[in-house]
């Protein structure tokens, strides 16, 4: 069959995407590729369809509104999808991705390469064809162009002219297709032919596998999670489709594998699903009300919220009482300060869910406890950790709700989403950056959690870049005690930038303490009560999308890094996590806080993680190599090795 009759077979609703396949994960870079093997001529593989009864299976895209049998596509969605896309100038109906990788294909004339358009180098330059506009078009359109461009060199015109029709010739090439057809074929079966042929494709992880499984006998499984996930966006809180997943999973099996989901049916997951999301919110507005984590950018460890939904399961869907809320939350405060779910997620995962199924909140903290040397405890070094992302810059977000701190000009209590012009909270250094800079510090001290502060964005730009030993003094005259619910050292001597490095122990030692005394009242707990059943969706009240706690932006604290960041999404690689902390993959403790991380490496496909971090102690730099992270000390040498790694392809 001629690939200009599979697209048409596309068109007319004989092909069409099974509910349960993935999305479109296709980057430009393989767009790229696989038209220069289709120009080559090179093999690009068959396709495998199942021939099935049209009214038998849900298809995405909506129904397929055919009566008779439908060919449904399990193996090749990627490639037809490309194909549809580039020759057709739109997606098909069943897309589901990103649709900026099936736009602006280009073909050079003189070089015979396909690439995206980049108007620096494409713009008003006649020797870059767009591959779509050919295909819609033909031969017929580019000739006087062509024409043009030969100045009237014959050999030159005919060139030309040759490369354009092997292009617009594609559509003619033959592909051969294997159909999986009979009434034996049973959508659990066709799941694991699915699953068996593209083991050697773009790696899906183990949540995509148990999802497919579940679409294909509930095909609005996936639809409904992501109105959940946009729901939680919406709020300021962003998480992922395996990550809502590990959470229904945790509820209904109380196991982290998802091969548990196998035995699970679809009204069981069905119900599990609405309780978690219910769950999900629960403790958001819990988290929000209680330590004060009310989004997303300080919301740290996640992986523990599977544990919080499985304890919510047992009770009902609610917190029983207080007592429990709040020795729930100190082992979760503890857990993620510690990176408990950081390393192997299913291992500890499946202790965690055990000891609560086994002993409830007290096992947990015990399990915990054991876990870390029978100690739970904050001390003053471990505030030494840089940048927000840093386990501790929550910690210290948390401190700053929990405890009142007050904005140092207007006196008020901080939160985020204040209201009010110029009322958003802001990341204050309390040592101006310039200022540390001028004076040698490295951007690890500059940026060192205890130099951050909360404050309003009026009172941030009200101080600038003053000196501590200035405008401290006049804080503390015009509002007296602000400064200590901020922790700032009273020592007026401590406030001169020559004794920044014993402002920074000072002020860690402080924050040491109130931490400690902030968790120890979780763990002891209020008197037991009944809970009132806050039960709700999210509000505008409590997790209403927040105006966002702004964040000093990390691509211009490292030279070069936003031209690397520009770089990278022109090619269409995975978007990095800027000021992201990176942990040893077995241990889960933390290694050091990175200016940039794919932790997927960059083509987001499971490969080699790669960091970048332009300091890195000896023993930070061992630790990494270690733990087979691809290390990077400067953004130029990332960039460079970002294009090398499109010139191989």
């Not at 590729?33 to 299976?57: E, M, N």
């Not at 069905?270 to 997303?296: F, Q």
Request: overall charge negative; proline content about 4%.
């Amino acid at each position: 069959m001629h690939i200009s009759q599979v697209l048409d077979k596309v068109d007319a609703g004989d092909i069409a995407l099974p509910e349960f396949q993935r999305g479109y994960v296709w980057t430009r870079d393989q767009v790229r590729g696989f038209f220069q093997s289709l120009y080559r001529g090179y093999p690009i593989g068959g396709f495998l369809t199942w021939s099935t009864k049209a009214d038998s299976v849900q298809t995405r895209g909506g129904d397929s509104g055919r009566d008779g049998s439908i060919h449904l596509l399990l193996d090749g969605q990627q490639r037809v999808t490309t194909l549809y896309g580039i020759t057709r100038g739109r997606a098909p109906s069943f897309f589901e991705g990103n649709a900026s990788a099936l736009t602006g294909l280009h073909f050079n004339l003189q070089t015979e390469a396909f690439e995206f358009y980049a108007p620096a180098k494409m713009k008003d330059n006649p020797l870059w064809v767009d591959v779509t506009a050919l295909f819609r078009s033909g031969l017929a359109g580019q000739l006087l162009a062509v024409t043009r461009l030969a100045n009237g060199e014959a050999d030159l015109q005919v060139a030309y002219i040759e490369r354009l029709n092997r292009i617009t010739q594609i559509k003619d090439r033959s592909v051969h297709i294997d159909e999986v057809t009979g009434e034996d074929k049973t959508i659990d079966v066709v799941v694991e032919i699915f699953n068996r042929v593209n083991s050697g494709g773009t790696k899906l992880s183990k949540g995509d596998l148990a999802l497919a499984a579940i679409c294909a006998a509930w095909p609005a499984a996936r639809p409904t999670m992501n109105r959940a996930l946009q729901d939680w966006s919406a709020a300021g809180f962003g998480f992922k489709l395996d990550w809502l997943l590990r959470n229904v999973n945790a509820v209904i099996t109380g196991e982290a594998q998802f091969s548990k989901l196998a035995d699970v049916d679809v009204p069981a997951f069905r119900s599990g699903l609405a309780e978690t999301i219910d769950s999900v919110s629960y403790l958001l507005n819990s988290l929000g009300g209680r330590l004060g984590l009310d989004h997303g950018a300080v919301l740290s460890g996640r992986g523990a919220l599977p544990v919080m939904s499985r304890l919510l399961h047992r009770h009902g869907g609610s917190f029983p009482d207080a007592m429990t809320r709040d020795r729930l939350f100190y082992w979760y405060v503890h857990s993620f300060l510690w990176g408990r779910h950081a390393g192997a997620t299913e291992t500890v995962l499946n202790q965690d869910l055990q000891a609560l199924d086994d002993g409830g909140v007290d096992q947990l903290i015990s399990v915990l406890r054991r876990s870390r040397g029978g100690h739970l405890g904050v001390g003053p070094d471990d505030f030494v950790g840089s940048s927000m992302g840093s386990r501790f810059y929550p910690l210290l977000y948390m401190l700053t709700r929990v405890y009142g701190a007050q904005d140092f000009v207007s006196g008020v209590p901080l939160r985020d989403g204040m209201l009010g012009r110029l009322s958003s909270l802001q990341v204050h250094h309390i040592f101006p950056k310039a200022l540390l800079y001028k004076h040698d510090h490295s951007r690890g001290e500059v940026n060192a959690v205890a130099n951050f502060c909360f404050l309003t964005q009026d009172t941030n730009l009200r101080i600038g870049a003053k000196e501590p030993a200035d405008y401290l003094e006049e804080i503390e005259s015009r509002m007296p005690g602000a400064l200590a619910t901020q922790w700032i050292p009273m020592d007026r001597d401590l406030w001169k930038v020559s004794n920044y490095p014993d402002f920074l122990a000072a002020r860690r030692a402080l924050l040491a303490g109130a931490a400690n005394d902030f968790l120890q009242s979780l763990h002891d707990g209020p008197s037991p009560m009944a809970l009132a059943d806050v039960r709700e969706s999210l509000t505008a009240a409590s997790c209403a999308a927040p105006s966002g706690t702004a964040k000093a932006d990390p691509a211009d604290e490292v030279p070069g890094l936003r031209a690397l960041l520009s770089d990278v999404r022109e090619a269409d690689l995975a978007e990095p996590e800027l000021d992201s902390e990176v942990s040893d993959p077995r241990t889960g403790a933390a290694i050091t806080v990175a200016a940039a991380f794919w932790p997927q490496g960059l083509r987001a496909e499971g490969g080699v993680p790669v960091v970048l971090v332009p300091d890195t102690t000896e023993e930070e730099q061992t630790a990494l190599e270690a733990g087979d992270y691809r290390l990077f000390h400067s953004a130029d040498a990332l960039r460079a090795y970002v294009r090398n790694l499109c010139a191989e392809q």
